[in-house]
């Protein structure tokens, strides 16, 4: 049943509806031309290499991440030990999240770190967090020295280390996200 039939009621409301439409597209036409803008900077940047080289950072993580650091390397010029912040840029905190959230798919160390930290008993955005630290620094490496992100060499690192991690390795899937089947406590 009809809230009204009024026709003034109605013709009033489609109106509003049709230029809502209108501004929504006009939103989607600026989102677009925002993305192609973005995604041609990022191209063009000197640092691009280092971040299309993250496993999972991809055409939206790798900018975001990139514009975390930016061109400046002497802005960083050391890594420091900073207790977790309040008060800091969050849109760049969540960045680094977010791109450690999706690394736990594409990368072997980060999806057996995440699973050692769950099966310790870390709730799932704990464990996060402790492989965004992970990735910061080794970002920061990359980025600092200039050369793309390797895997391998990497997980060489893990192993002269004598990391726990690595005996994790085997239990990753790599394209499969570890988070929906955490590991059980041992």
């Known amino acids: 049943m009809p809230v009204t039939d009024e026709t003034a009621g109605i013709g009033s409301f489609a109106l509003r509806v049709q230029r809502l439409a209108r501004q929504l597209q006009a939103v989607v036409r600026t989102i677009a031309e925002f993305d192609r803008q973005i995604a041609a900077a990022y191209a063009a940047h000197p640092d691009h290499g280092i971040f299309a080289s993250l496993p999972g950072a991809g055409p939206v993580l790798g900018p975001r991440l990139l514009a975390s650091l930016g061109a400046d390397r002497e802005r960083f010029a050391g890594s420091g030990r900073i207790h977790r912040r309040y008060c800091c840029p969050k849109f ?12 736990i798919r594409w990368s072997r160390w980060a999806g057996a ?20 630290f992970k990735w910061q620094r080794v970002i920061w490496r990359c980025w600092q020295d200039r050369r793309p992100y390797d895997e391998a060499r990497y997980e060489a690192a893990l192993r002269r280390a004598g990391s726990p991690v690595v005996a994790l390795f085997d239990r990753v899937d790599l394209g499969k996200s570890p988070c929906k089947h955490p590991a059980k406590k041992s």
């Open 113 to 132: 770190f995440y699973r050692q930290q769950r099966s310790k008993g870390c709730p799932h955005h704990t464990a996060v967090r402790a492989l965004a």
């Open 92 to 103: 760049h905190r969540q960045s680094f999240h977010e791109y450690a959230r999706e690394s």
